[in-house]
């Protein structure tokens, strides 16, 4: 099938490490943006447009003296939590489109395991209002759990699923944090974090970061490298809106069906999927929203090894950030990287999905139910 692509990615990279103590984070923003860019087969004068969400100093200003990079004719440093970096791959494919640059780098990093902490960390003006009430992270996503369990019936083993699937994968990645396959009553009886929510249905966290490369038609046939072409992009912020809130809908209910659009594209199409899972439910509920199944079916969706490498709809072949790496909380850039891996051919043979075409990514920033950003990518293999 021949589409109309402007952008391809072309470059893709992630930090080997998930624990980096002897290193700043500019230090490994660079590793990984180096790396990147050597996979493409480009260097750092090759780079005119530059793309980072939460970085240290001056924003984009330290980072690209910091890198080298002397030449850009265009600059994006968009805030969307986990779904920053999808974001910046609708926007660098955008920018390439409109002719504002030819090679965009998106770069990201963080070391908040090694106690270097994340690179931002600025309260916003609903903290005063909410913090004294408990709304932490795992309680703003088990509001929207309880919530899907009391309108649908889904239940803890259900979620378990989603924990399972990406532990079985994880086990083939030598570079994941957690590497031990788990089984549905070990989810459900590990310790309880915010009720329903309990350790094992919850994120990890890591150093690392990674990284990115967009290129233009142009520039994607000079170069050697197989690349991914960016066929569809949609974003969203969904809030709280002074109370009026469905706690069970997130934000792939509206950059979804932007993205399919603008691809031509529905859920039939998609061979993979990368789902920020920040937790079991983030993935649950994206699978709703994106119309995989109905509203309401996603526990009865997931069960039977349907996200399996092997199964229906694979998913997070990496161990996702349930199991593998969750650099600076934003799960949106790894998510991609695994992506662009299924569509060159290149993940782990154990979980390489057979004739990959087209794969969805999906990011989600903030707390998934009331206060969010979410962006979608459709990505294909050159063959799509």
Same mark, same amino acid.
């Given at each position: 099938?021949?589409?109309?692509?402007?952008?391809? %990615?072309?470059?893709? =990279?992630?930090?080997?490490?998930?624990?980096?103590?002897?290193?700043?984070?500019?230090?490994?923003?660079?590793?990984?943006? #180096?790396?990147?860019?050597?996979?493409?087969?480009?260097?750092?004068?090759?780079?005119?447009?530059?793309?980072?969400?939460?970085?240290?100093?001056?924003?984009?200003?330290?980072?690209?003296?910091?890198?080298?990079?002397?030449?850009?004719?265009?600059?994006?440093?968009?805030?969307?939590?986990? !779904?920053? #970096?999808?974001?910046? $791959?609708?926007?660098?494919?955008?920018?390439?489109? !409109?002719?504002?640059?030819?090679?965009?780098?998106?770069?990201?990093?963080?070391?908040?395991?090694?106690?270097?902490?994340?690179?931002?960390?600025?309260?916003?003006?609903?903290?005063?209002?909410?913090?004294?009430?408990?709304?932490?992270?795992?309680?703003? #996503?088990?509001?929207?759990?309880?919530?899907?369990?009391?309108?649908?019936?889904?239940?803890?083993?259900? *979620?378990?699923?989603?924990?399972?699937?990406?532990?079985?994968?994880?086990?083939?990645?030598?570079?994941?944090?957690?590497?031990?396959?788990?089984? %549905?009553?070990?989810?459900?009886?590990?310790?309880?974090?915010?009720?329903? *929510?309990?350790?094992?249905?919850?994120?990890?966290?890591?150093?690392?970061?990674?990284? *990115?490369?967009?290129?233009?038609?142009?520039?994607?046939?000079?170069?050697?490298?197989?690349?991914?072409?960016?066929?569809?992009?949609?974003?969203?912020?969904?809030?709280?809106?002074?109370?009026?809130?469905?706690?069970?809908?997130?934000?792939?209910? $509206?950059?979804?069906?932007?993205? =399919?659009?603008?691809?031509?594209?529905?859920?039939?199409?998609?061979?993979?999927?990368?789902?920020?899972?920040?937790?079991?439910?983030?993935?649950?509920?994206?699978?709703?929203?994106?119309?995989?199944?109905?509203?309401?079916?996603?526990?009865?969706? $997931?069960?039977?090894?349907?996200?399996?490498?092997?199964?229906?709809?694979?998913?997070?072949?990496?161990?996702?950030?349930?199991?593998?790496?969750?650099?600076?909380?934003?799960?949106?850039?790894?998510?991609?990287?695994?992506?662009?891996?299924? *569509?060159?051919?290149?993940? !782990?043979?154990?979980?390489?999905?057979?004739?990959?075409?087209?794969?969805?990514?999906?990011?989600?920033?903030?707390?998934?139910? =009331?206060?969010?950003?979410?962006?979608?990518?459709?990505?294909?293999?050159?063959?799509?």
């Amino acid at each position: 099938m021949t589409r109309q692509v402007s952008a391809r %990615i072309a470059g893709a =990279f992630e930090h080997p490490l998930r624990r980096i103590p002897d290193r700043t984070v500019p230090q490994v923003l660079a590793e990984v943006a #180096y790396g990147a860019l050597a996979d493409a087969g480009l260097g750092v004068a090759d780079v005119d447009g530059f793309f980072c969400s939460e970085v240290p100093g001056l924003g984009s200003i330290a980072m690209a003296d910091h890198l080298g990079l002397t030449d850009l004719s265009y600059v994006d440093v968009t805030e969307g939590g986990g !779904a920053s #970096y999808p974001m910046h $791959v609708g926007h660098a494919a955008a920018a390439v489109a !409109a002719g504002k640059c030819r090679v965009a780098l998106i770069a990201m990093a963080g070391l908040p395991l090694s106690g270097g902490g994340t690179t931002g960390g600025a309260r916003g003006p609903e903290h005063p209002y909410e913090a004294g009430y408990g709304v932490t992270v795992p309680a703003g #996503y088990a509001l929207a759990a309880r919530r899907h369990m009391h309108e649908y019936g889904t239940t803890s083993e259900q *979620l378990a699923e989603i924990k399972v699937a990406a532990a079985h994968h994880a086990q083939y990645n030598p570079n994941a944090l957690l590497r031990k396959p788990v089984t %549905i009553e070990d989810v459900v009886n590990s310790p309880l974090i915010s009720d329903p *929510l309990r350790r094992l249905d919850c994120c990890v966290t890591t150093d690392g970061g990674g990284a *990115l490369v967009i290129v233009s038609e142009e520039v994607a046939r000079t170069l050697p490298r197989r690349t991914v072409k960016i066929l569809g992009h949609g974003e969203t912020v969904k809030h709280s809106a002074n109370g009026r809130i469905d706690l069970t809908r997130t934000g792939a209910a $509206v950059s979804g069906p932007r993205a =399919f659009a603008e691809a031509g594209l529905t859920p039939r199409d998609v061979d993979y999927v990368s789902i920020y899972d920040s937790f079991t439910i983030t993935v649950l509920m994206s699978l709703e929203d994106l119309g995989f199944c109905e509203k309401g079916k996603g526990g009865g969706f $997931v069960t039977g090894g349907t996200l399996r490498a092997d199964g229906r709809l694979p998913f997070n072949t990496d161990g996702g950030g349930l199991c593998n790496n969750h650099p600076d909380s934003r799960g949106g850039m790894i998510r991609t990287i695994e992506a662009v891996r299924q *569509l060159r051919g290149e993940a !782990a043979p154990q979980v390489q999905v057979p004739d990959c075409r087209i794969a969805l990514v999906q990011g989600h920033g903030g707390s998934l139910g =009331f206060r969010t950003a979410a962006a979608t990518l459709l990505l294909g293999s050159e063959e799509a």
